[in-house]
């Protein structure tokens, strides 16, 4: 049976490969919020062998609270207490062989397996958190906590699901079908990632605790500039392959 995220191709920026796919997640009740940044403030929390992107003179960084659905790697069927979870990530917008891509600083998770798994088999920098995520009156009560690094808002989506129009920086800042990861011997990996165009909507957010950038030595000012939620996504992975 067709993976749901196949179901759409056309809007991709290079085919998918033509090797089998290897995970599958489903990515639930999401907020994306971003702020602007110097590309000075980013640079040092990027390797040097991926270009850091910037849209309109900026670079960007942003805080993605969620919750995964359906997480195992193919062909196995979803394990109770292990297949979902609430993740919480902090990421930028990198480019690579002319694939633009995700890096994430730093990606937090309440499931202990998930966060060997992604450490080992994909170089990212994940860590152990505690973590809720509840719904009420159509707004999503999110926390998560660990040393050093809190989170907790309220938000909801506040218009109907529209798709961002390529050339906006909602689309660049949305639209990524890859991410780059470091492994511990210093080589850069890819995996290459599929779903279909997301489902955007606009949102309204109140963030009563954010520690989540100053824990990486950066800081901003104000609310985010750009808000989005989306209720969910159905996202295919590819094994890494190594790119420098």
């Given at each position: 049976?067709?993976?749901?995220?196949?179901?759409?191709?056309?809007?991709?920026?290079?085919?998918?490969?033509?090797?089998?796919?290897?995970?599958?997640?489903?990515?639930?009740?999401?907020?994306?919020?971003?702020?602007?940044?110097?590309?000075?403030?980013?640079?040092?929390?990027?390797?040097p062998?991926?270009?850091l992107?910037?849209?309109?003179?900026?670079?960007?960084?942003?805080?993605?609270?969620?919750?995964?659905?359906?997480?195992?790697?193919?062909?196995?069927?979803?394990l109770?207490?292990?297949?979902?979870?609430p993740?919480?990530?902090?990421?930028t917008?990198?480019?690579?062989?002319?694939?633009?891509?995700?890096?994430?600083?730093?990606?937090d998770a309440?499931?202990?397996?998930?966060?060997?798994?992604?450490?080992?088999?994909?170089?990212?920098?994940?860590?152990?958190?505690?973590?809720?995520?509840?719904?009420?009156?159509?707004?999503i009560?999110?926390?998560?906590?660990?040393?050093?690094?809190q989170?907790?808002?309220?938000y909801?989506?506040?218009?109907?699901?529209?798709?961002?129009?390529?050339?906006?920086?909602?689309?660049?800042?949305?639209?990524?079908?890859?991410?780059?990861?470091?492994?511990?011997?210093?080589?850069?990996?890819?995996?290459?990632?599929?779903?279909?165009?997301?489902?955007?909507?606009?949102?309204?957010?109140?963030?009563?605790?954010?520690?989540?950038?100053?824990?990486?030595?950066?800081?901003?000012?104000?609310?985010?500039?750009?808000?989005?939620?989306?209720?969910?996504?159905?996202?295919?992975?590819?094994?890494?392959?190594?790119?420098?």
């Amino acid at each position: 049976m067709t993976h749901p995220a196949f179901a759409e191709l056309s809007h991709r920026p290079w085919p998918v490969p033509e090797r089998p796919w290897s995970w599958r997640q489903s990515w639930c009740d999401l907020l994306f919020a971003h702020w602007p940044l110097p590309v000075a403030a980013l640079r040092p929390l990027v390797p040097p062998g991926l270009e850091l992107q910037q849209f309109e003179g900026s670079a960007w960084i942003g805080v993605v609270p969620f919750r995964m659905e359906g997480v195992m790697r193919r062909p196995f069927p979803d394990l109770p207490w292990i297949s979902a979870f609430p993740e919480l990530n902090v990421r930028t917008y990198v480019e690579h062989q002319g694939r633009p891509g995700v890096w994430f600083l730093s990606l937090d998770a309440t499931n202990p397996l998930a966060v060997w798994a992604a450490r080992r088999y994909f170089h990212l920098p994940y860590h152990r958190a505690e973590m809720s995520l509840l719904e009420r009156e159509g707004e999503i009560l999110y926390r998560s906590q660990r040393q050093g690094a809190q989170f907790r808002a309220r938000y909801r989506p506040t218009s109907e699901d529209y798709r961002a129009a390529r050339g906006t920086l909602e689309h660049w800042l949305t639209e990524r079908y890859c991410l780059y990861a470091q492994a511990p011997d210093g080589c850069l990996w890819r995996n290459e990632v599929h779903h279909i165009p997301w489902p955007l909507q606009r949102a309204e957010a109140e963030i009563e605790q954010n520690s989540m950038l100053e824990c990486h030595g950066l800081a901003v000012s104000g609310p985010p500039a750009w808000l989005h939620f989306s209720r969910r996504i159905d996202v295919v992975v590819w094994g890494g392959e190594r790119v420098g």
